[in-house]
């Protein structure tokens, strides 16, 4: 028995790293990067991360096909001349670079990607805080925008200079919360894809949780595999008890951790990736896996388990959007605003959303997605309930005297899993 169950543990752990072999070859956003890597990890000084349609060319395809000159073509604003070329200095996340889905519109124009891929949110700030220019192009999830805003990180975006914005589902193309558009009307970013989280759960063992509450039952003991995630056990917990992660006060903030404390009490594990947590999904030795995530589905389905669901329990979820954003003191903005438009080509989105496992934000790219892509996400009918289901949230303060900081959280969470 006890060879049995060391032959079971290697297989589980085997199973878990081809997982988090299959998310690094895909190469995701900054956030399922860091957890790809391991612990997603908040500093005391400053909170790291948690963690493409109506193109100028008919003939656009998965290569970028609407590229090639120097002459830009929207199909409702006529043409914007722009001169596209040149080294386009590139500040994001190791995969929004889409090496292989770009490759043809950089060849094509004559842009040589200079990439710089910084390891949590943290780098991305403090390399724009230094004020030395030296990019072109940065992304930003929506958490970030206040802060963003009051360092006076963006150059304002010129709209007719991105054509296929008129391709956005209306949702993405709205002002909500100005994490896009400012009040003013002013643009600050140019939202490309994003993503949910919120509870996953093994359709073959047990049914669809109606409340995260759900998970806390006595039966379900040691059948829930916890990440370790805190900005997401804190965002989703702080939703569940109708508060914003980014406004904890103390009494909030101590109500909020003991519930994520009962969640800790009924895990069998706390997975350092998600990898290690979808395996233990797809082992049958966990039912649970909080937090959740859309692409968790995807990579238990590659590992033969097709009866892993997202659930979206009535208190709802969280997700975050990525937007492109051009920095002050960018030399090659035209070549940023190619890029920008380029991801927006519909067969683009549909080819992103299927490597990044996220979803699309352009309508046009519906029905060009991979029946993989479109059954991660099964929302594009009804994109703005499912906003009302889940938030874009913010983060915590780096400092403050009334709300719980970055910094704090860190240390709840580990005595949490203490």
């Known amino acids: 028995m006890d060879r049995q169950l060391l032959e079971a543990e290697r297989a589980r752990r085997e199973l878990a790293v081809r997982i988090d072999h299959a998310i ?33 060319d008919d003939d ?21 001349e722009l001169d596209i070329g040149g080294q386009m200095d590139f500040l994001s996340w190791e995969g929004y670079d889409l090496p292989d889905i770009m490759s043809g519109w950089l060849d094509e124009n004559g842009v040589t990607l200079n990439p710089s891929y910084p390891g949590n949110h943290d780098e991305i700030t403090a390399k724009l805080a230094a004020g030395s220019g030296g990019f072109d192009i940065f992304t930003y999830y929506q958490g970030y925008k206040d802060l963003y805003r009051e360092l006076d990180f963006f150059e304002p975006i010129d709209e007719a200079k991105v054509p296929n914005l008129s ?17 003013d009307g002013t643009r ?55 508060y914003d992660v980014a406004t904890l006060t103390p009494d909030q903030e101590a109500e909020v951790s003991a519930f994520l404390e009962e969640v800790v009490g009924q895990a069998r594990a706390i997975a350092p990736t998600y990898g290690d947590a979808t395996s233990q999904l797809v082992s049958g030795q966990a039912a649970f896996i909080f937090p959740g995530w859309a692409a968790i589905n995807s990579f238990a389905a590659d590992a033969g388990n097709d009866q892993v669901k997202l659930a979206i329990p009535s208190e709802g ?28 080509v519909p067969q683009i989105q549909a080819d992103a959303a299927a490597y990044l496992v996220g979803g699309t934000v352009v309508t ?7 029946p993989a892509a479109a059954e991660t996400y099964p929302y594009y009918d009804d994109i703005e309930g499912l906003f009302e289901q ?23 969470w580990t005595e949490i899993k203490a």
């Open 60 to 80: 656009d395809d998965a290569s970028g096909g609407g590229g090639g000159s120097d002459t830009m073509t929207g199909a409702d604003t006529g043409e914007v």
């Open 390 to 412: 889940v938030t874009l949230y913010g983060i915590p303060p780096q400092e403050s005297d009334e709300y719980m900081t970055a910094s704090q959280m860190a240390e709840n």
């Open 167 to 183: 391709g956005l589902m209306p949702f993405f193309a709205s002002d909500i919360g100005n994490y896009w558009v400012e009040s």
């Open 188 to 242: 600050t970013g140019v939202p490309w894809t994003f993503s949910i989280n919120s509870l996953n759960y093994d359709s073959s063992q047990v049914d669809e949780p109606s409340s995260y509450n759900d998970i806390l039952e006595p039966e379900f003991k040691g059948k829930v595999v916890v990440v370790d995630d805190p900005l997401g056990g804190y965002t989703i917990g702080a939703l569940i008890k109708g």
């Open 317 to 344: 979820g969280m997700a975050t959007t990525d937007a492109w954003a051009i920095p002050r003191g960018a030399d090659n903005v035209d070549t940023a605003y190619g890029w920008m438009n380029e991801t927006l």
């Open 364 to 370: 046009d790219a519906v029905p060009l997605l991979s």
């Open 24 to 56: 690094a070859r895909r190469e995701w956003s900054r956030r399922e990067l860091l957890r790809r890597s391991g612990l997603v990890l908040l500093s005391t000084a400053a909170i790291p991360s948690f963690l493409a349609a109506c193109g100028g």
